[in-house]
């Protein structure tokens, strides 16, 4: 157990359709970021929140945005899904932006059909 | 973009020693290189990180080469338990920022 909680665990949504995916970050932690995963790659990073500023991002389209609240707590919405969102989605808060370790969630698996 | 390359699958049997390599040719010298493992699709794991000298925790091994363009993973004793994938990652720290590249992992299968 890491103390990182994502919601919901599983999540099937159509093309074309908007979905929200819930991160609770580790106690005192106010850094978190999120990464996709396809089905037998490895984690793709998303973006990182630190203190509820986005202050980094990987190669993925506006689409997929974010919010962190002022409990550290974190939302990643996607809109206009499509077949290729498909992925296991992981959250990781750690203690502060520059933290030796980031403690994972059990992920949100997302199908889109 | 991944920035480690690694085999995709190995197998160990049980009780012995498991050696995972990893290359990451391109790192960079404020880069730290970590290791985490995944079972069953549930969150990565931490397992170890180092930067230029070799590690060691209560779970495993770490050895960086001197040119730190390669490390290898070492668990000491494999157990069924440490079936799972392992992920070689190169980790990008800038003020406030951390960021993982993750490659695409190694399937460690320990057998009986």
């Known amino acids: 157990e890491t103390g990182v909680t994502q919601s919901p665990t599983h999540l099937i949504k159509t093309r074309g359709q908007q979905v929200t995916l819930r991160c609770s970050s580790q106690s005192g932690h106010n850094t978190v970021s999120w990464y996709q995963q396809a089905l037998g790659q490895g984690p793709q990073f998303i973006f990182q929140?630190?203190?509820?500023?986005?202050?980094g991002r990987g190669n993925f389209p506006p689409r997929f945005s974010g919010l962190q609240f002022p409990n550290y707590s974190s939302e990643l919405n996607v809109n206009a899904l499509e077949l290729d969102d498909s992925a296991l989605y992981l959250c990781?808060?750690?203690?502060?932006?520059?933290?030796?370790?980031?403690?994972f969630g059990q992920g949100t698996r997302l199908t889109v059909v | 973009d991944a920035k480690t390359t690694q085999p995709p699958s190995m197998d160990c049997a049980e009780g012995r020693a498991a050696n995972l390599p990893c290359n990451h040719s391109t790192i960079s010298g404020n880069e730290y290189v970590y290791w985490y493992r995944q079972i069953h699709s549930q969150g990565p794991q931490y397992i170890i990180h180092?930067?230029?000298n070799n590690e060691t925790n209560e779970m495993a091994s770490l050895i960086i080469t001197e040119d730190r363009k390669s490390s290898t993973l070492i668990l000491p004793h494999a157990t069924l338990r440490d079936t799972a994938v392992y992920y070689c990652i190169v980790r990008v720290a800038l003020y406030n920022f951390n960021k993982f590249y993750f490659g695409s992992g190694t399937k460690l299968n320990v057998k009986p």
């Open positions: 929140y630190y203190r509820e500023e986005e202050n």
């Open positions: 990781a808060s750690s203690l502060d932006g520059t933290s030796i370790e980031a403690f």
């Open positions: 180092g930067l230029k």
